[in-house]
C-alpha cells in the first residue's frame, strides 16, 4: 500500500495516544487529480480540451470574420496572415468557419455522452444485478443492433426526424448507449457476486442502495473511460453524417461539413487545406479525449492505487 | 432453558445444476438460545455456510430453500414476503463473512460503510448514526477511531477489516450474530483477538452468535454447544465439552484425530479421514460417512441414522457410536483408520465402484487387508 506523501495542503499527521500514527486523510478526488496530474499525456490533453471548450466561447461572441460571409476573401485564397486558414470555395473565412465548427462537435460529443451516460449505466446496471428476463430482454435488442453498423440507424432515425443538431444527438445516442450499457452489465455481473455486495444484502441494504453504493461506484473506472470515449465517438460519427450530406443543415459550419466541401475542392484540382484543416481538427480532438480517458481511468480507479 | 431465539426445522436447501439437483442441507434442524454461542463445524462443502445463508434468506439462483421452516421470533423466515425480510437481515440477525478484504466495498470509507449498515435500518436514529460508528469502532478496539473512520479498506490491515465488520454486524444490535469462518483469512495472533472481542461481545452484551467454522480450536474456545455437519446433515450435536471428550459419531473421531498435535513424533504422518467427501447430488443410500468410515457395519450401507441422544444433551446419528466403537473394536488403538478397517465390513455388492476408490486410496498406503484389525 502506498506509504502516502504528506503535502502542505492535507490534514496535519498527528500523534495519537497509543502510539500508532494517524496518516493523513487524502480524499479520492484530490489523489486521483494527484496522480492525473503526474500523466503528461494527459496533462497536455487537458490542457487542449480546456483550450478548446474557450475557443468554443469565444467563436460564440467573436470570430475573425462572419463565417458564413460569402466573399470576405477571394475564393480559394491560399492561408495568409488576414486568413489563416485561407478561404473556401464560396470565399469565406476557413478559421472562423472551423471555430464555429467547434461549437457543434462538442455540442453533439458531450450530450451524447450524457445520454449514452444515464441512459447506458442505468440500464446496463439493472440488467447486470437483476439478471433474469430483463437482462435476456436487454442483451437481445443489444445483441441485435450490434450487428447493425451504428451509422445505419443514426441515419434512418435522422431522415425520420429532420435536420438539426438536437436531432443528431438523438440519432447517435439511440445506438451508442448500447456500448455502455454492455459494459456495464459485464461489470455489474461481476460485482455482483464480490463479498461486499453480498454484505450488504445480509445486512439489510435495498437494491437501489446497493446498486449506486456499491457496484456503481466500483464500475466506476471503466464507465468513465468508456463515457470519455463516447465523445469522440460521437463527434466523429457527427462528422461523418455531415460529411455525408445528412449533418447539420447548411449554412451552419461544422467539422463535417467543412470536410466535405474541401474533398470537393481537392477533386476540383484546388490545394488541400480545406480539407486539412477541419481533419486536424477532428483528429486533435479525438486523441485529446481518448488520451484524457486513459488518464482518467488511470488516475481514479481506486485498486490501482499506489 | 427458554425459548429459542432462531428455531430451525428441517431445512433443506438445493442447488438445481445442469448436473441434477445438489441437495446442500438435508433435513437439518437446530436451535439457538439467547445468549449463546453455537459452533458449525465440519469440512469444507458440507453445507455450514449454505444452512447460514438459508436463514437469511440469501441463497441465490440456481439454490432454494426446499424445505423447512426457520421460527425467528415465532415467524417462519421462510414465509414473510421479502421486504420485511431485509429488515431482519443486518437489524436482528446479521452476519460477517470469511474475508474481511472482499467483504468491505474498496471504494466506500469504512466510516460510511458502518453506517449504510444504520440507515438501512431505522432502528438506530438518523442522528446518532455518526457518534454510534466511533462508539462502535472504540468497542471492537479499533485504535484512533475518528481518524480511522475516515480511511478507505484498503488502509486497514486483516485485523482492523475484521474488526470493522464485526462493528458493522453489531451497529443495529442485532439478537443472533452469524459468522461465517472469521477467523480464516488472519494469523494466529489476530485470530485470538478477534474470537476473544467475539467472547467479551457476546458476554457484554448478550448477542447470540452462531460460528460456522472449520476450525475446531476455534470451536474449542469460544462456543458452549457444537454441531458437527457432514455432506449436508448434522452428525452429532451436543455441549462443546462432551463433544470434544466423548465424540460419538465416528466422523467427529476421526475429524479430532486429524488435529495435528504438537507433541507428536515427527516422523508420524499427518492423519486424515481417508477418501472424499459424497457426491452430493447423489448421496449414498445409508449413512453418508459410510463409504469412508472405520467402523460401518452392514446396516450402514442401507439405512440412514437419525440423530439419536447418545448422552445427555448430545445426539450423534450413527448405527454404532463410539461407545460401542471402544468396546468392540478397538478403536482406543487402531492404526489403520481406512474405510471398514475396524470393522472389517465391505460395502455390498451394487456399491462397487466406491469400494474400487477405496482400494485405490488403500494401495497407496500400507498393503494391508482390509479386516486385518477386525478384533478376534
Known amino acids: 500500500m502506498a506509504t502516502t506523501v504528506i503535502s502542505p495542503d492535507t490534514d496535519v499527521v498527528t500523534e495519537y495516544a497509543g502510539g500508532t500514527l494517524a496518516r493523513e486523510q487524502v480524499s479520492l478526488w484530490r489523489d486521483g487529480l494527484r496522480r492525473l496530474r503526474r500523466n503528461k499525456l494527459a496533462v497536455i490533453a487537458m490542457v487542449f480540451l480546456v483550450l478548446l471548450a474557450l475557443e468554443t466561447v469565444v467563436s460564440l461572441f467573436w470570430t475573425p470574420y462572419d463565417p458564413n460571409l460569402v466573399g470576405a476573401c477571394p475564393t480559394y485564397a491560399f492561408p495568409s496572415a488576414q486568413h489563416l486558414m485561407g478561404c473556401d470555395d464560396l470565399g469565406r473565412d476557413e478559421l472562423s468557419r472551423v471555430m464555429v465548427g467547434t461549437q457543434v462537435s462538442l455540442a453533439v460529443g458531450l450530450a451524447t455522452a450524457f445520454v449514452v451516460l444515464v441512459v447506458g449505466v442505468l440500464v446496463g446496471l439493472i440488467a447486470g444485478y437483476l439478471r433474469g428476463w430483463i437482462d435476456a430482454l436487454i442483451s437481445l435488442i443489444i445483441n441485435i443492433f450490434y450487428g447493425v453498423p451504428p451509422i ?25 448507449w448500447m456500448d455502455m450499457a454492455r459494459l456495464v452489465r459485464g461489470q455489474a455481473l461481476s460485482i455482483r457476486e464480490r463479498e461486499y455486495v453480498e454484505a450488504a444484502r445480509s445486512s439489510g441494504s435495498k437494491t437501489r442502495k446497493i446498486l449506486f453504493t456499491h457496484v456503481f ?39 463535417g461539413g467543412i470536410a466535405s466541401e474541401g474533398l470537393q475542392s481537392l477533386q476540383a484540382g484546388f490545394d488541400p487545406y480545406i480539407l486539412l484543416f477541419p481533419s486536424i481538427a477532428i483528429s486533435l480532438t479525438l486523441l485529446a479525449f481518448n488520451f484524457f480517458g486513459d488518464g482518467l481511468r488511470d488516475a481514479f480507479d481506486p485498486r490501482q492505487k499506489r | 432453558m427458554s425459548d429459542p ?73 421462510l414465509k414473510v414476503p421479502s421486504d420485511e425480510l431485509r429488515q431482519v437481515r443486518g437489524r436482528d440477525i446479521a452476519m460477517i463473512f470469511q474475508d474481511p478484504l472482499s467483504s468491505m466495498n474498496p471504494v466506500l470509507r469504512v466510516g460510511f460503510q458502518i453506517d449504510e449498515a444504520m440507515y438501512a435500518h431505522d432502528k438506530i436514529p438518523k442522528e446518532q448514526v455518526h457518534s454510534r460508528d466511533v462508539e462502535l469502532l472504540k468497542q471492537v478496539r479499533v485504535p484512533d477511531a475518528v481518524n480511522r473512520l475516515r480511511d478507505y479498506p484498503h488502509q486497514f490491515s486483516g485485523g482492523m477489516r475484521q474488526r470493522a465488520m464485526i462493528a458493522m454486524g453489531l451497529s443495529n444490535k442485532p439478537q443472533i450474530l452469524i459468522a461465517d469462518e472469521p477467523t480464516t483469512a488472519l494469523d494466529v495472533t489476530v485470530q ?35 454441531i458437527v455437519m457432514y455432506a449436508g446433515e448434522i452428525v452429532e450435536e451436543g455441549p462443546v465439552e ?86 468392540e473394536m478397538n478403536a482406543g488403538s ?35 487387508p482390509v479386516g486385518a484389525d477386525e478384533q478376534a
Open chain 1, 152 to 176: 445505419l440507424p443514426a441515419i434512418a432515425l435522422y431522415v425520420l426526424l429532420g435536420r438539426s443538431v438536437q436531432n443528431i444527438i438523438i440519432a447517435i445516442s439511440a445506438t451508442a
Open chain 1, 217 to 255: 461506484p466500483n464500475a466506476l473506472g471503466p464507465i468513465i473511460v468508456q463515457a470519455t470515449f463516447s465523445i469522440p465517438i460521437a463527434i466523429l460519427t457527427a462528422a461523418f453524417l455531415t460529411f455525408l450530406g445528412f449533418g447539420v443543415p447548411p449554412p451552419q459550419a461544422d467539422w
Open chain 2, 5 to 77: 431465539v432462531l428455531d430451525v426445522k428441517h431445512l433443506s436447501t438445493s442447488f438445481f445444476t445442469d448436473d441434477g439437483e445438489v441437495k446442500a442441507v438435508r433435513d437439518v434442524s437446530l436451535q439457538l438460545y439467547p445468549g449463546e454461542t453455537l459452533g458449525i463445524v465440519g469440512e469444507s462443502g458440507c453445507g455450514k455456510s449454505v444452512t447460514a445463508m438459508s436463514v437469511l434468506g440469501l441463497v441465490q439462483r440456481p439454490g432454494r430453500v426446499v424445505a423447512g421452516e426457520i421460527l425467528f421470533k415465532g415467524r417462519d423466515l
Open chain 2, 192 to 226: 485470538a483477538q478477534i474470537l476473544e472481542l467475539l467472547r467479551d461481545l457476546n458476554q457484554q452484551l448478550g448477542t447470540s452468535i452462531i460460528l460456522i467454522t472449520h476450525n475446531l480450536g476455534v470451536v474449542a474456545g469460544l462456543c458452549t454447544r457444537v
Open chain 2, 242 to 327: 462432551q463433544i470434544f471428550e466423548h465424540p460419538q459419531h465416528p466422523y467427529t473421531w476421526s475429524l479430532l484425530r486429524s488435529l495435528p498435535r504438537i507433541d507428536a513424533n515427527r516422523k508420524d504422518r499427518l492423519r486424515s479421514i481417508e477418501g472424499l467427501p459424497p457426491d452430493l447430488i447423489d448421496p449414498p443410500p445409508g449413512c453418508e460417512f459410510s463409504p469412508r468410515c472405520p467402523f460401518r457395519i452392514e446396516r450402514c450401507f442401507s439405512e440412514d441414522p437419525d440423530l439419536a441422544e447418545v448422552a445427555p444433551r448430545q445426539h450423534a446419528a450413527c448405527w454404532v457410536t463410539m461407545d460401542r466403537a471402544y468396546a
Open chain 2, 334 to 368: 487402531i492404526t489403520d483408520t481406512r474405510p471398514g478397517a475396524a470393522s472389517g465390513v465391505r460395502p455390498p455388492k451394487d456399491l462397487e465402484p466406491s469400494a474400487a476408490e477405496t482400494a485405490e486410496t488403500a494401495m497407496q498406503s500400507e498393503p494391508e
